[in-house]
T-cell receptor, first 109, second 115 residues
Framework: GEDVEQSLFLSVREGDSSVINCTYT??????LYWYKQEPGAGLQLLTY?????DMKQDQRLTVLLNKKDKHLSLRIADTDTGDSAIYFC?????????FGTGTSLTVIP | DADVTQTPRNRITKTGKRIMLECSQT?????MYWYRQDPGLGLRLIYY???????NKGEISDGYSVSRQAQAKFSLSLESAIPNQTALYFC??????????????FGSGTRLTVV
């Protein structure tokens, strides 16, 4: 399978920006995704980016894609306690998704 | 009702027992998947099915089997459960494109503990 890597933990203060990073291996991925998993729940699609884009903004979320370095990031502006969750990046390769290990974001009030 | 429903939500079972986890969906998607989630390991694909006659092994299929009873139903069985199968199991669905806005739709998960 493909390797999709993330840091396991991130803590930020409420009101600050959070930046969650991801590296992937397959340069031919056409879409890259961010999913959010709240405690006791399944994964929900947060946002995605097509591989020919460098940036996508959706309200408080900004996705940056550096294809040369195979690096994807998710920036959450004005983080609040409701953003505390595990965030997974994923890439599509062939007909399958490959998920990262997940980054557990803790927002400190 | 949820688009993807998993039953049971929680289960504790003994080593050596057979157990079935069930998944049903109302999305009308052809493709269904079973993943397990372990802390620090992310999601790993167990089995997937692109239609009712199609079953494929994923990354970690040993010790598991599946049955695609209908387009809407995909069950995962552990024939003889062992403690290292203790994990959170997710069912997911997608349409044929599984791209962009479509992505995957996940169930809420089944927490399985094997003692």
């Amino acid at each position: 399978g493909e390797d999709v890597e993330q840091s396991l933990f991130l803590s930020v203060r409420e009101g600050d920006s959070s930046v969650i990073n991801c590296t992937y291996t397959d340069s031919s991925s056409t879409y890259l995704y961010w999913y959010k998993q709240e405690p006791g729940a399944g994964l929900q699609l947060l946002t995605y980016i097509f591989s020919n884009m460098d940036m996508k903004q959706d309200q408080r979320l900004t996705v940056l894609l550096n294809k040369k370095d195979k690096h994807l990031s998710l920036r959450i502006a004005d983080t609040d306690t409701g953003d505390s969750a595990i965030y997974f990046c994923a890439e599509t390769y062939g007909n399958q998704f490959y998920f990262g290990t997940g980054t557990s974001l803790t927002v400190i009030p | 009702d949820a688009d993807v429903t998993q039953t049971p939500r929680n289960r504790i079972t003994k080593t050596g027992k057979r157990i079935m986890l069930e998944c049903s969906q109302t999305k009308g998607h052809d493709r269904m998947y079973w993943y397990r989630q372990d802390p620090g390991l992310g999601l790993r694909l167990i089995y997937y099915s692109f239609d009712v006659k199609d079953i494929n092994k994923g990354e970690i299929s040993d010790g598991y089997s599946v049955s695609r009873q209908a387009q809407a139903k995909f069950s995962l069985s552990l024939e003889s459960a062992i403690p290292n199968q203790t994990a959170l199991y997710f069912c997911a669905t997608s349409d044929a494109s599984a791209r962009g806005d479509y992505g995957y739709t996940f169930g809420s998960g089944t927490r399985l503990t094997v003692v």
